[in-house]
């Protein structure tokens, strides 16, 4: 049974940092790239990060881009997702996903993943 088990969420002020975290189990995680992915309430699913399944290349979503680093731990099947400087507008479900690996193929698309998680709450106060 595949399970993505996000965790690491909560409430921050503006200008802090969290660490997301994505405990994967029940399939082959160093054959999968993995992304993270936002939803805050009204608006629409946006990806943040992807990883390709080496833990080599990666691809971040303009609005993150210099404040957040994804990376991966294929020994421990752990996805993390470091978040500095948040901004309010960074408040948001986060979601982690799991597709199969394609070489030279990374994407923030929602519809190129296939396993997901339950999600986090990060809230970012001003």
């Known amino acids: 049974q595949v399970q993505l088990v996000e965790s690491g969420g909560g409430s921050v002020q503006a200008g802090g940092s969290l660490r997301l975290s994505c405990a994967a189990s029940g399939y082959t995680y160093s054959n999968y790239r993995m992304g993270w992915f936002r939803q805050a309430p009204g608006k629409e699913r946006e990806g943040v990060a992807a990883?390709?399944?080496?833990?080599?290349?990666?691809y971040y979503a303009d609005s993150v881009k210099g404040r957040a680093t994804i990376s991966r731990d294929n020994a421990k099947k752990i996805l993390y997702l470091q978040m500095n400087s948040l901004k309010p507008e960074d408040t948001a479900m986060y979601y982690c996903?799991?597709?199969?690996?394609?070489?030279?193929?990374?994407?923030?698309?929602?519809?190129?993943?296939?396993?997901w998680g339950q999600g986090t709450q990060v809230t970012v106060s001003s």
């Open positions: 990883i390709d399944n080496y833990g080599i290349t990666t």
């Open positions: 996903a799991a597709g199969p690996s394609r070489a030279g193929y990374l994407s923030l698309r929602g519809v190129d993943y296939k396993y």
